[in-house]
């Protein structure tokens, strides 16, 4: 096998981290699950869970990562627990199944980007989405949308992902700034900020039980944590730079582009008196793409928009691939190039189903959240803050400059509080999955 790849630099580290973190959540159901349930007031509960379970998780997978210097899987065996090689295997397979339908959701990208040129979706944005999200165009471009990932990852870690990375993440702040500033002049704007922003407690209160699953879940997922990406990118750092300073700069930045998104598209919809209180495909397919069609300029701007949307989607399926490509390159002698085409190539089947019918991406999508992702992250808290232990922290506090009791609060953060957390989010979500009429768990047959 040849010589392992490293990042160029720290900042194509934290630059690609944070493109596996800033994707299509930040911008697909961010901003409307915070408008949906309290404005603000879910605001602070995703932060929380943001800052409170996400970072100590992403340290965690840091360590085990830079500890390591392999893929996801064979770092358990090489820190020398061989037996919870099924944590890696469990997060390997979670990327595997998220990627698989997360493409689909990019070809459907794809389209808008084309439809925003020739105007196409600006007079019936809900048929044009019913048309288009579903059958042999929608199967056509979630291939193509792999093909594009496929080359991006066999390109390499310097070459192909280090530099997409460069390129894509100062792109998405910087063309979503741009649409921020042309949102705050548009009529209405100002109810859509106090919309979005202000909180609402009652809200809060009455979906308590279904905001707190999602606002930790949606950490997980916006954050790329229990699907083996953090892991990996940590694996190829060459140094002994501050793992505590990265992870805050990954989750700060992620939430900010979260919170920009929201400025943007909730006062684009205000602007166009429509009715922000949707989610998911409906959320940016239909609700935003449709208030292009009135605005000046619209087919600019939703070029724009689904430009900035592209590039995140982007930049996070490039991580998922790279998880199961780095474990095939780390345990086998097989080029890059042959087995990005080979295991992008099984994706890509794997997505077959949601491409041909949205009911079964709903519920990869719900089985991703509500049960692949928290235990993943438990099985990750519990290795690296119970069974690794001391030496997790000595990883954890190389070249950060920060003294030993940093280290001992985060371990015990992550003993204690994170882990129930984690134990409580997923106790939420099986009650989803397996309880009522209609359990979430039995697919669309």
């Known amino acids: 096998m040849s ?10 580290f934290i630059l690609a981290a944070v493109g596996s973190a800033v994707g299509l959540g930040n911008i697909w159901q961010f901003p409307f699950k915070t408008a949906q349930f309290g404005g603000a007031s879910f605001l602070i509960v995703y932060l929380i869970a943001a800052l409170g379970i996400g970072l100590p998780t992403i340290l965690a997978e840091f360590v085990i990562g830079r500890k390591s ?35 689909v959701v990019g070809g459907w990208v794809l389209r808008y980007l084309g439809g925003s040129v020739t105007g196409a979706y600006f007079g019936a944005p809900a048929e044009y989405f019913g048309q288009i999200s579903a059958g042999m165009d929608a199967l056509v471009l979630h291939a193509v949308f792999m093909a594009l990932v496929i080359g ?123 009715d922000p209180n949707t989610s998911g495909a409906g959320a940016v397919f239909i609700s935003v793409a449709g208030a292009f069609g009135s605005l000046p300029a619209g087919r600019i701007i939703g070029v724009v928009f689904f430009a900035v949307v592209l590039i995140a989607a982007l930049s996070s399926a490039i991580s998922l691939l790279e998880v199961v490509v780095a474990w095939a390159i780390d345990n086998y002698d097989v080029s890059r ?4 085409t080979l295991l992008g190539g099984i994706i890509f089947l794997l997505g077959v189903p949601s491409a041909l019918d949205t009911a079964w991406l709903g519920w990869f999508d719900t089985l991703a959240y509500k049960f692949f992702l928290p235990v993943g992250v438990l099985g990750i808290l519990v290795f690296a803050a119970w069974v690794y232990g001391a030496p997790a922290i000595d ?51």
């Open 337 to 340: 190039p042959q087995v990005a």
């Open 152 to 274: 991006i990852v066999a390109a390499g870690i310097e070459d192909g992902i280090e530099k997409a990375t460069k390129l894509m993440v100062p792109s998405i702040v910087v063309i979503l700034g741009a649409l921020a500033i042309f949102a705050f002049t548009l009529p209405g704007a100002s109810e859509g900020y106090a919309y979005f922003l202000s909180p609402n407690f009652d809200a809060l209160a009455s979906n308590f039980g279904e905001i707190v699953p999602f606002a930790v879940g949606q950490a997980f997922f916006s954050l790329s944590l229990g699907m083996g990406a953090m892991i990996t990118y940590a694996s190829y750092i060459d140094g002994d730079e501050s793992l505590f300073g990265d992870g805050i700069t990954i989750v700060f930045l992620n939430s900010f582009v979260g919170i920009l998104a929201g400025l943007v598209v909730i006062p684009l919809l205000f602007a166009q008196g429509i």
């Open 69 to 103: 210097n392999l893929n996801t899987i064979s770092a358990f065996e090489k820190l020398g627990y061989k037996n919870w090689r099924i944590v890696g295997a469990l997060g390997l397979f979670t990327g595997f199944w998220i990627l698989s339908y997360y493409s």
């Open 3 to 12: 010589e392992r790849e490293t990042w160029a630099t720290r900042a194509g």
């Open 395 to 445: 990883e954890l506090m190389k070249g950060s400059g920060l003294g030993e009791g940093v280290g001992l609060t985060w371990l015990w953060l992550a003993r204690t509080l994170v882990i129930v957390a984690v134990v409580v989010t997923l106790a939420l979500g099986f009650q989803t999955l397996f309880l009522g009429e209609n359990p979430a768990i039995i697919p669309p047959l």
